[in-house]
């Protein structure tokens, strides 16, 4: 009886053991550090606000049981007992009956999984580990967890808002060429100017124009330009002559006018200028293009076909009764002089500007009261100016989209909006306007609709493209983000050119921008660093950072972008 109940008891352990021993959960968890994992990228990174992983794993032969499956679940640590899971994946053997992707026993396998996770505050000190838990005939072992990766890059979140708003610019110049033109005409073979000639109305526009400029303070002549022609007909010596002849007479009809004005230097000689360009065969051809002549186009033809002047004129007067008309119609408004009077308004000095603009700002032109606003850094200022400009010259864009400006700029973005949508009244889609829009709209959160106005806002000009390169930026398309930048000099430029590995521009950017000399310029330094492997110029610019805001200390050590140096000598000083 004791040896029946003996073998019994055998028996029964033998099948414990067996049983033990078959379960091949046991010796999976024992060899799983054969797994590789590889992650991309490591340290993890933040785009946008997300994290994205990307996990490669190779499992080796005879390894995974052709009835277990496992659940594996990636999983980011941070803080003191915070975790957060990506999705899980399931990996089966190949006889089982469980829904995920086979891994053969005999020749192993990979995998491939790619998730996304928001970030959120502490994520910056973490670890990614793969836990995962199998199961086999309805038993469950737990894995040792696998540390895949360290730390999170959280570089792109030092985009700053720099939305930018633009100025309906002025036009001033402390100089301005003006000219005036009058065309005189005279009979065949002659360059005498006729009465009837200084009755046209052109002529009397130019003599009002010499009177009334002799008479404003701020306005300078500086000389008179008279260009000569003959019609093309007769002979060639005769009328480069008479096309100087015609010059000469040209040029004392502006010096009477000149001189019965009392302008200053118009007795000089060499206060004008005169040429006598011959025969005008360039205005005849124009003439005879834009007349309903019969017969024009053969005598276009014969313009192409005889470069000799003389042959030409042989071959269209053939053309008798066609020629009749062109001496009618064509030759007379051939033989001319233009007389050009010009000169140049020289504006009030920066100061008078300042003092009209408070005291009598109508005794300003559009120009210089705009003007007057760019000399003052005072908002209030600004804003009086503006708002001036807007009451005396009610139909012009620029006086509202500039009132909006300073609105914006006290960040009262309500009224700012209020200013846009006026101007935009008062010229639809103009793209100076639609940028500001745009700004408001982001302010708002509304992105999208931010995004429509900046790009029918592109040809507003460099501000568009920083408005779009940061929206971009945000979203995590760093490629788009330093286009759109273009040759902008900003630390967000220079944030965008490094997110998108582009270090040498970057640091031509930031040197060049007015964060240079400013913290946040040296620690991104100190990051281009660290992504060229540069020590010293990671420990030099983290030094500057940490001098201009000793916040920055505990910022490094938290760094992931640093990783590779905080076991570093040199580095432990420069964060200590």
């Not at 838990?133 to 360290?150: N, R, S």
């Not at 007909?233 to 006018?257: D, F, P, V």
Request: aromatic content about 8%.
């Amino acid at each position: 009886m004791m040896k029946n109940n003996f073998k019994s008891l055998a028996l029964i352990g033998l099948a414990a053991a067996t049983t033990v021993a078959c379960n091949p959960l046991k010796d999976m968890t024992k060899r799983a550090d054969e797994v590789s994992y590889t992650v991309n990228p490591n340290p993890l990174e933040m785009h946008a606000d997300s994290i994205d992983v990307s996990i490669t794993a190779t499992i080796p032969p005879k390894f995974f049981n052709k009835k277990v499956s496992v659940e594996v679940t990636p999983t980011i640590k941070y803080g003191e007992d915070q975790a957060k899971a990506f999705k899980p994946f399931t990996l089966v053997g190949e006889d089982s009956e469980i829904a995920g992707q086979k891994i053969n026993y005999e020749k192993g396998g990979n995998f491939s999984y790619n998730d996304r996770i928001a970030y959120e505050e502490g994520m910056d000190v973490a670890v990614l580990n793969a836990v995962a838990v199998g199961m086999y005939k309805g038993k469950t072992k737990e894995f040792p967890d696998e540390q895949l990766a360290t730390g999170t890059i959280t570089t792109p979140s030092w985009a700053m808002d720099d939305d930018k708003v633009k100025l309906g610019d002025d036009k001033f110049t402390k100089v301005s060429p003006q000219e005036k033109t009058a065309v005189i005409n005279y009979l065949v073979n002659s360059s005498v100017v006729r009465p009837s000639e200084l009755n046209d109305q052109d002529m009397k526009e130019l003599i009002s124009w010499v009177r009334a400029k002799s008479k404003d303070k701020m306005f300078n002549f500086k000389g008179v330009s008279v260009v000569a022609y003959a019609s093309p007909e007769g002979e060639i010596s005769i009328n480069e002559n008479l096309a100087n002849e015609r010059a000469n007479s040209g040029a004392n009809t502006g010096k009477r006018y000149l001189n019965n004005n009392r302008v200053k230097d118009a007795s000089k000689a060499e206060f004008y200028s005169k040429e006598g360009r011959g025969e005008d065969w360039d205005g005849f051809k124009s003439a005879m293009q834009a007349s309903d002549i019969k017969d024009k186009d053969l005598i276009l033809r014969v313009l192409e076909m005889y470069e000799d002047k003389s042959k030409r004129e042989e071959e269209i007067r053939n053309l008798s009764e066609t020629f009749e008309v062109i001496k009618e119609d064509i030759l007379p408004g051939l033989r001319r002089s233009i007389v050009t009077i010009k000169g140049e308004k020289v504006s009030f000095s920066d100061e008078k500007i300042q003092e009209f603009a408070k005291s009598n700002p109508d005794t300003l032109t559009q120009e210089e009261l705009l003007y007057a606003a760019t000399m003052t850094n005072d908002l209030d200022e600004k804003m009086s100016i503006y708002e001036t400009y807007s009451k005396l010259h009610p139909k012009d864009w620029r006086g509202p989209n500039n009132v909006g400006y300073v609105y914006a700029q006290q960040n009262n973005m309500e009224k700012a909006k209020a200013s846009f949508d006026k101007a935009n009244s008062i010229d639809p889609d103009n793209a100076v306007v639609l940028n500001n829009l745009g700004v408001y709209e982001r302010a708002n959160g509304n992105d999208e609709k931010a995004m429509e106005y900046y790009e029918m806002a592109s040809e507003a000009g460099p501000e568009v493209g920083n408005n779009i390169g940061y929206m971009q930026m945000r979203k995590g398309d760093y490629q788009a983000a330093a286009a759109s930048y273009g040759g902008i000099k900003t630390f967000n430029a220079a944030l965008a050119q490094t997110l998108n590995g582009n270090n040498e521009e970057a640091l031509k950017t930031i040197d060049a921008s007015p964060a240079a000399d400013k913290a946040e310029g040296y620690y991104l330094k100190a990051v281009i660093g660290a992504r060229k492997g540069d020590q010293n110029m990671v420990v030099s610019n983290l030094k500057s950072a940490i001098s201009k805001d000793s916040s920055l200390k505990e910022k490094a050590k938290r760094d992931a972008e640093f990783t590779e140096y905080k076991d570093n000598a040199e580095f432990q000083a420069a964060v200590n």
